[in-house]
């Protein structure tokens, strides 16, 4: 039964694939003059644009189906603002911390760019919970629309992966020492933890090897595979068009015109989100902790982004397997489309998915609530000791090593190897 229900829920999604990468999409390539001949002869592009700017939407498409377009919008700052950092940030164990200190101190308006990049890179996060939630209560994640929802969870991780590399660029105390604890976290999962920790790190422990690879991921690589992901999402969300509100039925000749009146709503939408961006940049700059130390593990961690936040309140407040309990449930949600498979969308047909979904979206928010209430924590007992011994750096109360600058000597001496530079 099960097997069954797999093998036709791959099936779909093939098809869905199949549809999206069709020979009309290489008409992209004729934008950037990669395309001439037969092909591009046979391809319609100013009839599609045609048809796509005269094209309808059902009349049940109103502000709340405004959070992808918004979602997109944040996406498409943190690339441009992302690029222009890239003009002036210097990714090596030497020179990160203080490149960020000389954007956010010298460049012209590049405290706002900075800062308007790790707003964008917060609200996103949340665009993307709301559209989610929205998706998820309108049963939009049931057949034929299961592909539109797999790629949308597969987006979220992307953009999950691009905040976790983009947080230890800044080379601060707070960026490396929290990522040496989700790294010592991953090394401790079961299966794959050790060989992910591995690969990520690229050494025995966070080092300028850890900055590099965290660095092509979050500039070459997760670009590349969002944009791709986008792409395929777009193409099946309009495929099957927006999932109807149970019981609708359009009149006949009904629906609105995607331009202006749905367009117009997502300009004014991503303008108001544009605005509260800026602003949060401009009132609330994300504070610079001491350069990274890697020989001495601060006080306190700060949080700069909102999982992070979201990761605390449930440590905080229901342990680590509260922590692992939340994702647990975050994993049956994305499954759901497998199991949950009928026409039903009202929440009294789905009980059991409803509950699922409104314990995942509201814990969200209460524990992004009381996660960003905590100001700093300290790190994880033992990880002082646990790393020093890792990087096989004598601890200044060993005999060996009783003169602290040996000691930094030492460690400084590690981390330059391991920055492979
Ligand atoms: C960068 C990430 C994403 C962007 C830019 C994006 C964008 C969009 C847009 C513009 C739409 C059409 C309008 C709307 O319904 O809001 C849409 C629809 C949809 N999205 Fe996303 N999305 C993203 C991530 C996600 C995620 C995380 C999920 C769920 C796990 C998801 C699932 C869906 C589904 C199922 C639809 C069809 C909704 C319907 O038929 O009513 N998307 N997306």
């Not at 929802?149 to 105390?173: E, K, M, R, S």
């Amino acid at each position: 039964m099960a097997e069954r229900r797999v093998r036709t829920w791959l099936k779909h999604i093939g098809a869905d694939i199949r549809e999206s990468t069709d020979a009309s999409l290489l008409a992209a390539l004729r934008l950037v003059g990669l395309l001439y001949g037969r092909i591009d002869r046979n391809l319609p592009i100013d009839e599609a644009l045609r048809r796509a700017w005269s094209r309808r939407l059902p009349s049940h498409v109103g502000w709340k189906h405004a959070f992808g377009g918004i979602a997109y919008l944040l996406f498409m700052v943190l690339i441009a603002s992302g690029v222009l950092l890239s003009f002036y940030y210097r990714p090596s164990v030497d020179e990160a911390y203080h490149s960020i200190q000389y954007i956010a101190t010298e460049v012209p308006f590049g405290w706002l760019l900075r800062d308007l990049h790790v707003w964008s890179a917060n609200l996103i996060v949340l665009a993307l919970m709301a559209h989610m939630a929205r998706v998820f209560f309108a049963g939009a994640y049931k057949p034929p629309r299961e592909t539109s929802w797999l790629v949308g969870v597969l987006l979220l991780f992307g953009v999950l992966a691009f905040g976790a590399t983009g947080y230890l660029l800044p080379w601060d105390q707070w960026a490396y020492w929290t990522t040496t604890e989700v790294m010592d976290v991953a090394r401790s999962a079961p299966l794959i933890g050790g060989a992910a920790a591995s690969f990520l790190t690229g050494d025995v422990f966070v080092s300028g090897a850890t900055l590099s690879r965290f660095f092509a991921l979050h500039v070459i690589v997760l670009p590349w595979i969002v944009f791709g992901l986008l792409v395929l999402h777009f193409v099946v969300v309009r495929k099957h068009g927006a999932a109807p509100p149970a019981g609708f039925q359009e009149r006949a000749g009904g629906g609105v015109p995607f331009f202006p009146n749905h367009l117009l709503r997502i300009v004014i939408a991503s303008a108001l989100v544009l605005a509260v961006a800026i602003s949060l940049a401009a009132l609330f700059p994300r504070p610079i902790g001491d350069p990274a130390t890697p020989f001495e593990v601060p006080g306190e961690l700060v949080s700069t982004w909102i999982v992070v936040d979201v990761s605390l309140g449930l440590i905080r407040h229901l342990g680590v397997w509260g922590f692992i309990g939340f994702s647990a449930l975050g994993m049956l949600l994305v499954l759901l489309p497998l199991v949950d498979r009928g026409s039903a969308v009202r929440f009294r047909r789905r009980p059991v998915a409803a509950a699922i979904g409104l314990v995942f979206f509201l814990g969200f928010l209460v524990f992004w609530a009381l996660g960003s209430r905590v100001d700093s924590v300290t790190p994880s007992a033992g990880v002082e000791a646990r790393i020093l011994e890792e990087r096989a750096v004598p601890l200044p109360s060993t005999p060996e090593a009783s003169d602290p600058s040996e000691v930094e000597a030492t460690a400084a001496e590690a981390i330059e190897e391991g920055s492979g530079e």
